[in-house]
């Protein structure tokens, strides 16, 4: 019935370099008809001319170095792991921001609660999209332990505001570029978390060879490969 569908069509357009192999391997039939136009990000909507320092005034945020993560709250997004990571790291000016509503809220509290981390891992629930560029620009390193994605939007986003990001391997995509930290296992997700909390130079660094990766995703740069491919058919 899929390839009924898609074989209507004159282009079928994949978010990433891996999807696109995977629709190629599922439905070889139409693999001329695939091609990769990646996600994009609006690059300005990250502009924020406040501090750091001002915004983790306005937000209520802990000093320190904080560590984010943005998405729904469920299994698979694996932010339980956090509470680990936590606890493995025990710098007591590192702190973890877990944002987000789902399914695994109350499990996620009652863990945080259970290992004595409130203080050091907040859950600070849903926030609006309007605010996501604040509490990312207050913030220091970009924790998304996802165990799959099609394509995580918020690593965008978050390379937009020049924020390290650490990843695993299951979730890498081409299109992130090869300056993300890509973990194999939770050991190594841990080790560059750790480097990133202690190395404010490393820091820095990663976070704006990230910030190129993104500006070339730049939202108005993924539009006019749609527009390409409008004036080509």
Do not use: H, W
């Amino acid at each position: 019935i899929y390839l009924l569908f898609l074989k209507q069509y004159k282009k079928v357009i994949a978010v990433s370099s891996l999807t696109e192999q995977t629709l190629k391997e599922v439905f070889p039939e139409i693999k001329e008809k695939i091609i990769t136009i990646p996600n994009g990000v609006d690059n300005k909507r990250f502009d924020i001319p406040e501090t750091k320092e001002e915004l983790r005034k306005k937000l209520n945020l802990p000093d320190g170095i904080l560590g984010i993560c943005i998405g729904r709250l469920s299994p698979f997004k694996n932010q339980n792991f956090l509470i680990k990571v936590a606890k493995e790291i025990k710098n007591a000016d590192f702190y973890i921001l877990i944002i987000g509503d789902g399914d695994e809220y109350e499990n996620i509290k009652k863990e945080i609660e259970k290992e004595n981390l409130k203080e050091r891992v907040k859950l600070l629930g849903f926030i609006s999209s309007e605010l996501v560029p604040y509490y990312l620009k207050a913030s220091d390193i970009f924790l998304y332990p996802s165990l799959k994605e099609g394509f995580g939007i918020v690593v965008l986003e978050a390379m937009a505001v020049e924020l390290p990001v650490i990843i695993f391997r299951d979730i890498y995509i081409n299109e992130f570029g090869n300056n993300i930290l890509v973990a194999n296992d939770e050991k190594e997700f841990i080790e560059y978390t750790k480097k990133l909390v202690e190395d404010e130079k490393f820091r820095k660094g990663v976070g704006q060879k990230l910030k190129q990766n993104a500006l070339k995703l730049d939202i108005k740069n993924v539009a006019e490969r749609y527009l390409e491919v409008f004036k080509n058919e």
